[in-house]
């Protein structure tokens, strides 16, 4: 290729590497080491915390990035999913109990989110919530449905929040 060709490809070449590598690589949706799911940031916590200690950490943790997370709410069979494969990779395919962001807490056998989340989605075990008043707090159980169970014991968790971009 004669000297001036060359310079010219190179130049194009260039000019398309800079122009698509922004497109792969900045504008992350997600903070780093926050795993991605359908426009929504999770960030699995392995340390074991009352269910409240925990959303507080959820919240404390994302605030410290601008964003607002809290512990992580389950919207649909899709996301269910993706939190049992999540529980399962970091934790194991027979860890006991996780906390999910569900709760009758306010008002008994009135369950809500901490996110706010208003869904009809649901995935208690058969014959779950049996608790009453002594279990006001769900965790997602053996990696698989939900139950009720005691707010005050210590569990893993997975903090939720809307992506930067979408969600
Ligand atoms: C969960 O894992 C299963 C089995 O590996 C896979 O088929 C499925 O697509 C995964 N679902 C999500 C939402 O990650
Ligand atoms: C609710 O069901 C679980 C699992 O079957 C059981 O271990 C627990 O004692 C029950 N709680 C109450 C308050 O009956």
């Not at 690589?25 to 916590?45: D, I, L, R």
């Not at 939190?83 to 194991?92: I, K």
């Not at 169970?149 to 968790?157: H, L």
């Amino acid at each position: 290729m004669p000297a001036t060709l060359t310079g010219r490809v190179a130049f194009y070449a260039i000019l398309v590497i800079n122009h698509l590598a922004p497109l792969n690589t900045a504008c992350s949706n997600c903070p780093f080491q926050w795993k991605e799911f359908s426009g929504h940031c999770y960030w699995m916590v392995t340390e074991k915390m009352s269910f409240q200690a925990a959303e507080n950490h959820c919240q404390d943790r994302s605030s410290k990035l601008g964003m607002q997370s809290h512990l992580m709410s389950v919207t649909s069979p899709e996301e269910s999913a993706f939190l049992r494969n999540y529980t399962a990779d970091v934790l194991g395919e027979g860890h006991q109990a996780l906390w999910i962001g569900l709760n009758d807490r306010a008002q008994p056998g009135i369950f809500v989110w901490t996110d706010g989340s208003s869904t009809p989605y649901c995935d208690f075990n058969p014959g779950e919530p049996n608790g009453s008043n002594s279990e006001d707090c769900v965790v997602l159980w053996n990696v698989d449905h939900w139950n009720d169970i005691d707010c005050a014991r210590n569990f893993e968790f997975v903090c939720k929040m809307p992506g930067r971009f979408h969600n």
